[in-house]
């Protein structure tokens, strides 16, 4: 089965980063635009951020931009969202997934998701 494992989640103090890693698991990430979702309870999923197919194009949130930085490695199979300045209002469930190519920031896009990683940061 074709999916996405998201690794590096935990708990940090505001203020504080951490670095989220999306694995391909049994098929090539090059062809593919992925994205970083969250969902907080009682909230709808958000996109976070995004990277195209080649890394040259990169889309973020609002709520994010300044702080977050996505990246890939092909090589490896693994894209990275390091998150720095962490609030406490980004405590949710980070999940990566897949599309075509063009990024996007619509959950609805995407497919292959991965299981999710907590993230939550508290004092």
């Known amino acids: 089965q074709l999916q996405l494992v998201e690794s590096g989640g935990g708990l940090v103090q505001p203020g504080g980063s951490l670095r989220l890693s999306c694995a391909a698991s049994?098929?090539?990430?090059?062809?593919?635009?992925i994205g970083w979702f969250r969902q907080a309870p009682g909230k709808e999923r958000e996109g976070v951020s995004c990277?195209?197919?080649?890394?040259?194009?990169?889309n973020y949130a609002d709520s994010v931009k300044g702080r977050f930085t996505i990246s890939r490695d092909n090589a490896k199979g693994t894209v990275y969202l390091q998150m720095n300045s962490l609030k406490p209002e980004d405590t949710a469930v980070y999940y990566c997934?897949?599309?075509?190519?063009?990024?996007?920031?619509?959950?609805?896009?995407?497919?292959?998701w991965g299981q999710g990683t907590q993230v939550t940061v508290s004092s």
């Open positions: 049994r098929f090539t990430l090059d062809y593919y635009a």
């Open positions: 990277i195209s197919s080649s890394g040259g194009s990169t």
């Open positions: 997934a897949r599309k075509g190519y063009v990024c996007s920031l619509k959950w609805t896009d995407f497919g292959s």
